[in-house]
């Protein structure tokens, strides 16, 4: 999971481990804040259980 909100350094390293874990998915947040887990918990929250279930 990241946030695209501003200039996210570990954005280059995120998507790099994406590309080179056997079925991985990275989610990108696009606007969400920093405290995303927070303000946007419904979706982080669906989106984690998801995962979880997988």
């Known amino acids: 999971m990241a946030t695209t909100t501003r200039s996210f350094r570990s ?3 995120a998507l790099l481990s994406s590309k080179l874990l056997k079925n991985s998915v990275l989610k990108l947040y696009k606007g969400f804040p920093h405290g995303m887990r927070t303000t946007h918990a419904e979706i ?7 995962f979880i279930e997988s």
């Open 44 to 50: 982080i929250n669906a989106d984690l259980l998801a």
């Open 11 to 13: 954005r280059p390293s």
